[in-house]
């Protein structure tokens, strides 16, 4: 069985813009693979950044998983497994208020892993596998 590249705008097109060389979904059987992205504003298609934003961070990142598993033929309500990769681990609170809105029960599995940063100034990322409907 061959994989599945699906392109997700404007998601792709910024990833271009930023050279990252990852496909924002990839397909495999009933199983959706997210990459997972910085807080692109989605008026601006700029990263969100900065102090006390990551409530803010958060929110944009999961839009943007909803939104690429809506367009890969699935939904937040099939998310097997979350990474959470955050720049903090004092983030954690608000991070999972943010994080609970769009998993309100029935959790998927998850890992919360504090890393040093990244280059453009962000606080977070999630990647995501998932089933298809």
Known sequence: ????IIHVEPLTSLLAKYK?????????????YLSGSPPFDPET????????TIKRQTELVLEQMKRSLETAG????????????????ELFSDVNEVY????P???????FISVPA????FDIEIDC????E
């Open 20 to 32: 990252a060389p990852a496909s924002t979904v990839t397909r495999h059987g009933d199983t959706l």
């Open 129 to 132: 596998i998932a089933a298809v």
């Open 105 to 111: 029960k029935d959790f998927p599995a998850r890992i």
């Open 100 to 103: 609970r809105k769009y998993f």
């Open 74 to 89: 699935s939904s937040l309500d099939n998310v097997l497994k979350c990474n959470v990769y955050c720049t903090s681990v």
């Open 118 to 121: 990244w280059n453009g100034g």
């Open 1 to 4: 069985m061959k994989r599945e």
């Open 45 to 52: 298609g700029e990263i969100v950044k900065g102090p006390g």
